[in-house]
């Protein structure tokens, strides 16, 4: 059973350009959540995918959005990239039933650079 | 914004040692999940425990959890260079995505 899959693993971008990243999430889970971690911290949540709908978002601006597929895989996609964006970018499956949040398994994370 | 502060921010230790690291949170949760991380990969989940629960084991780990102060505590027992990582608290609270606190990093001296 193949858990959490991020593509790609490294990337290199220039300040302006746009991203996207991918994540196939843990196989039976339904649920998918995008957070960014600088270096030294702690991850902070970007927003959260159910049902092919944006359920939840942390304090990040319009240049960050998102998809969810009908196979419950998911994209991040940072617009006019700046030097700040620069971080690991890591993507949780879990499964949300009723009002209990389950645990989260992470992908290896995409190490972004903005240069 | 953290919802959760681990304390300490740094932690050396010999191997064999016991290793506490604490987690305040600040508003209502259903459960509490403790991570880990090795350098700069992905997190791997330790534990979970439920608001209604004071304490949980997993193997070397022990996990307490006061609600009334909001904190809970990592206990890892009979330390190995291999436990050497950070680690993150993070509170999930109704629908509410997981939210992680800064971490503890952890060294374990051979």
């Known amino acids: 059973d193949a858990g959490v899959t991020q593509s790609p693993t490294h990337l290199i971008k220039t300040r302006g350009q746009q991203v996207t990243l991918r994540c196939s999430p843990k196989?039976?889970?339904?649920?998918v959540s995008w957070y960014q971690q600088a270096l030294g911290q702690g991850p902070q949540f970007i927003f959260q995918?159910?049902?092919?709908?944006?359920?939840q978002r942390g304090n990040f601006p319009d240049r960050f959005s998102g998809h969810q597929f009908p196979n419950y895989s998911s994209e991040l996609n940072v617009n006019a990239l700046l030097l700040g964006d620069s971080a690991l970018y890591l993507c949780?499956?879990?499964?949300?039933?009723?009002?209990?949040?389950?645990?989260?398994?992470f992908g290896q994370g995409t190490r972004l650079t903005v240069v | 914004s953290q919802q959760g502060e681990e304390d300490p921010q740094a932690l050396s230790i010999q191997e064999g040692e016991n290793a506490t690291m604490n987690c305040s949170y600040k508003t209502s949760i259903n459960n509490l999940q403790w991570y880990r991380q090795n350098s700069g990969r992905g997190l791997v989940h330790l534990i979970l425990i439920r608001s209604n629960e004071r304490e949980k084991h997993s193997g070397r780990l022990r996990v307490t959890l006061d609600t009334s102060k909001k904190s809970s505590s990592l206990l890892i027992t009979a330390s190995r260079a291999a436990d050497t990582a950070s680690y993150f608290c993070?509170?999930?609270?109704?629908?509410?995505?997981?939210?992680f606190g800064s971490g503890t990093r952890l060294q374990v001296q051979p």
């Open positions: 949780a499956s879990s499964l949300l039933y009723g009002l209990m949040n389950t645990e989260a398994f």
């Open positions: 995918y159910y049902e092919e709908e944006e359920r």
């Open positions: 993070a509170t999930a609270g109704g629908r509410r995505a997981l939210t």
């Open positions: 196989s039976g889970h339904d649920t």
